[in-house]
C-alpha cells in the first residue's frame, strides 16, 4: 500500500467533517488522516493504486487545496 503526505488549508474539524465524504467515496483511498496540530497541516493518505492528483482533485471537489511532498 502507497502513503502520500500533502501539505493542505484543512484547518479544523469542521473542515474534516467537509472532505470526509469525499475521501470516503474516492475507492482507492484506503485510509487518511489530518494533522490540524502541525503547522502545514498535513494530510497522510494510504491507498493501492492512489496518486498524487487524485487526492488532490478529491480534496478540490469539497474546497479545499492540497501539495504534495
Known amino acids: 500500500m502507497k502513503e502520500i503526505k500533502f501539505k493542505t488549508n484543512v484547518n479544523c474539524?469542521?473542515?474534516?467533517?467537509?472532505?470526509?465524504?469525499?475521501?470516503?467515496?474516492?475507492k482507492r483511498i484506503v485510509e487518511w488522516s489530518v494533522d490540524i496540530n502541525n503547522p502545514d497541516k498535513i494530510l497522510t493518505v494510504k491507498g493501492d493504486g492512489v496518486d498524487g492528483q487524485i487526492v488532490k482533485d478529491t480534496l478540490a471537489k469539497a474546497?479545499?487545496?492540497?501539495?504534495?511532498?
Open 13 to 26: 474539524n469542521h473542515c474534516i467533517a467537509k472532505i470526509t465524504p469525499f475521501m470516503n467515496d474516492e
Open 63 to 69: 474546497g479545499y487545496i492540497a501539495e504534495q511532498l
